[in-house]
């Protein structure tokens, strides 16, 4: 699975929008990039994914770089309920493996009144 | 839907005992599912793929005589911490997708917090 790095940590004002990046320049053509966040103590849960279009769900959008070497989550009005760990994952789709997942540290996302 | 389940959700127990810790596809039949490991202020770190009627694969360092892997059904695998220790003390998650139905997403249980003393 490809490698992602994302900023180890960013602040937003709540009520605004949360814009986090992510980079993936060895992402092969299969391979899907796929969001989770994880808050205190919790599970991981799953966001969004998406292979090169744009993808918009009830919780965020995905946004694809045209050469899919980065990728932006956006949270389009932040909460404190979206004060979490954001992890970028890529990896192929498909089979029965769509829980083994490869973590890095993600980006710690603070949302601030 | 979509629903993983872990039991318990906290445990603490005596150096040198056992601990079973169960993850449960609530609505779904998951023919794989995957337990990690998440120490503070780390990441989740993947322990095995628990398979369902088969053994179960181990990530590289991770003991598969102290971690004892079972998935007896489509919906049950079960994670055993045999004589434990210390430095077993961790955040224990589960992970499953829905087998066959063209998804790929993970979804998660909440998790099991294993405190050894």
């Known amino acids: 699975d490809a490698k992602t790095t994302q900023p180890p940590s960013m602040d937003c004002a709540e009520g605004r929008a949360a814009n986090l990046p992510c980079n993936h320049s060895?992402?092969?053509?299969?391979?899907?990039v796929y969001w989770y966040r994880q808050i205190h103590s919790q599970g991981p849960q799953y966001i969004i994914h998406?292979?090169?279009n744009n993808e918009t769900n009830e919780m965020a959008s995905l946004i694809i770089t045209e050469d899919r070497k980065s990728s932006t989550l956006i949270l389009p009005h932040a909460t404190l309920r979206d004060t979490a760990v954001y992890y970028c994952?890529?990896?192929?789709?498909?089979?029965?493996?769509?829980?083994?997942?490869?973590f890095g540290q993600g980006t710690e996302l603070s949302v601030k009144p | 839907g979509a629903v993983v389940s872990q039991h318990p959700s906290w445990v603490i127990c005596k150096s040198g005992t056992s601990v079973k810790i169960e993850c449960r596809s609530l609505?779904?039949?998951?023919?794989?599912m995957f337990w990690y490991r998440q120490f503070p202020k780390q990441s989740l770190m993947l322990m095995a793929t628990s398979n369902e009627g088969s053994k179960a694969t181990y990530e590289q360092g991770v003991e598969k005589d102290k971690f004892l892997i079972n998935h007896a059904s489509l919906t049950l695998s079960t994670l055993t911490v045999t004589s434990a220790h210390p430095e077993d003390s961790s955040f224990y998650i589960c992970?499953?997708?829905?087998?066959?139905?063209?998804?790929?997403?993970?979804?998660f249980g909440q998790g099991t917090r294993l405190t050894v003393v």
């Open positions: 998406g292979l090169k």
């Open positions: 994952i890529v990896r192929v789709a498909g089979g029965n493996q769509g829980g083994k997942l490869i």
């Open positions: 992970s499953a997708s829905p087998s066959g139905q063209g998804r790929t997403e993970a979804f």
């Open positions: 609505d779904f039949q998951a023919t794989t």
């Open positions: 060895t992402i092969s053509g299969n391979e899907y």
